[in-house]
């Protein structure tokens, strides 16, 4: 019997780091699912279609949104962006972990679904603004005013940290990564989400029985 899969959320103010701490935890746990949503920004340079995102225009999304197929979805900096269902629903019923790389808006869909018990979710702050800011603007794939306009969101994404079940400071990546894993491994430990549990304690006891 496989347990099954949990959804990780990980959201932060646009530039602390998510993306690279969820590639990071990709690749230490290959079985890992990351869930690659749709989008109608524009690609970033090095971004593929189906890999980082599905790049849609409205019209595509919309029609997405309206055949139910989003688990989630929500305005983000003037762009749609939202979670398709049917691979997260496999994910689950394969035992999968999902890994979420959305805001505060998605998390809040999702933890209010019926999906919401599954839901570990992750808020990742920045050690200053002065840093956030030079992340953004050291990742060099934003024009000024985009960055700008992200900078000016980010306090008010950063007001949802307390929604969140745990909140990490991604100072150094090392270990900002560490403590994603420690939240995973005992997650992954909970009673609730070992499914084998109570036919391991029935089998002590039958050897107690035997004694
Ligand atoms: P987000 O996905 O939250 O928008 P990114 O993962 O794209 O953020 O990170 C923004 C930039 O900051 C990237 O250039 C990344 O390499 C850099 N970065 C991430 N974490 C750290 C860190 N702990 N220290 C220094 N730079 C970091
Ligand atoms: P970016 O344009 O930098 O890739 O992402 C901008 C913001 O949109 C980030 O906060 C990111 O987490 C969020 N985002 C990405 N995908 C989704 C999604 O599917 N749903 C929601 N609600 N937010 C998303």
Same mark, same amino acid.
């Given at each position: 019997? =496989?347990?099954?899969?949990? #959804?990780?959320?990980?959201?932060?103010?646009?530039?602390?780091?998510?993306? =690279? $701490? &969820?590639? %990071?935890?990709? &690749?230490?746990?290959? /079985? #890992?699912? @990351?869930?690659?949503? &749709?989008t109608t920004r524009a690609p970033r340079a090095g971004e593929q279609d189906g890999h980082d995102y599905f790049f849609r225009d409205r019209a595509a999304f919309e029609a997405m949104v309206a055949a139910g197929d989003?688990? *989630?979805?929500?305005?983000? @900096?003037?762009?749609?962006?939202? /979670?398709?269902?049917?691979? +997260? *629903?496999?994910a689950m019923h394969e035992g999968r972990d999902t890994l979420f790389d959305i805001d505060w808006q998605g998390g809040q869909q999702i933890r209010n679904s019926s999906l919401g018990k599954d839901v570990v979710s992750i808020f990742? $702050?920045?050690?200053?603004? &002065?840093?956030?800011?030079? %992340?953004? %603007?050291? %990742?060099?794939?934003? =024009?000024e005013e985009i960055i700008a306009g992200r900078?000016?969101?980010?306090?008010?994404?950063?007001?949802?940290?307390?929604?969140? !079940?745990?909140? $990490? +400071?991604? *100072? !150094? $990546? !090392? /270990?900002? *990564? !560490?403590e994603l894993k420690t939240i995973l491994r005992a997650e992954r430990m909970r009673r609730d989400r070992q499914p084998g549990l109570t036919d391991f304690i029935r089998n002590l006891n039958k050897e107690f029985d035997a004694r």
């Amino acid at each position: 019997m =496989t347990r099954k899969g949990l #959804l990780i959320i990980l959201s932060s103010p646009s530039g602390a780091g998510k993306s =690279t $701490l &969820a590639k %990071r935890l990709m &690749a230490w746990d290959p /079985t #890992l699912k @990351f869930s690659v949503s &749709a989008t109608t920004r524009a690609p970033r340079a090095g971004e593929q279609d189906g890999h980082d995102y599905f790049f849609r225009d409205r019209a595509a999304f919309e029609a997405m949104v309206a055949a139910g197929d989003m688990l *989630e979805h929500a305005e983000v @900096f003037g762009n749609l962006y939202g /979670t398709p269902k049917s691979p +997260v *629903e496999a994910a689950m019923h394969e035992g999968r972990d999902t890994l979420f790389d959305i805001d505060w808006q998605g998390g809040q869909q999702i933890r209010n679904s019926s999906l919401g018990k599954d839901v570990v979710s992750i808020f990742i $702050l920045p050690p200053s603004i &002065a840093d956030l800011e030079s %992340r953004l %603007r050291g %990742r060099g794939q934003d =024009t000024e005013e985009i960055i700008a306009g992200r900078m000016a969101k980010s306090q008010s994404e950063i007001s949802h940290w307390a929604e969140y !079940d745990y909140v $990490l +400071v991604n *100072e !150094d $990546l !090392d /270990t900002a *990564e !560490d403590e994603l894993k420690t939240i995973l491994r005992a997650e992954r430990m909970r009673r609730d989400r070992q499914p084998g549990l109570t036919d391991f304690i029935r089998n002590l006891n039958k050897e107690f029985d035997a004694r």
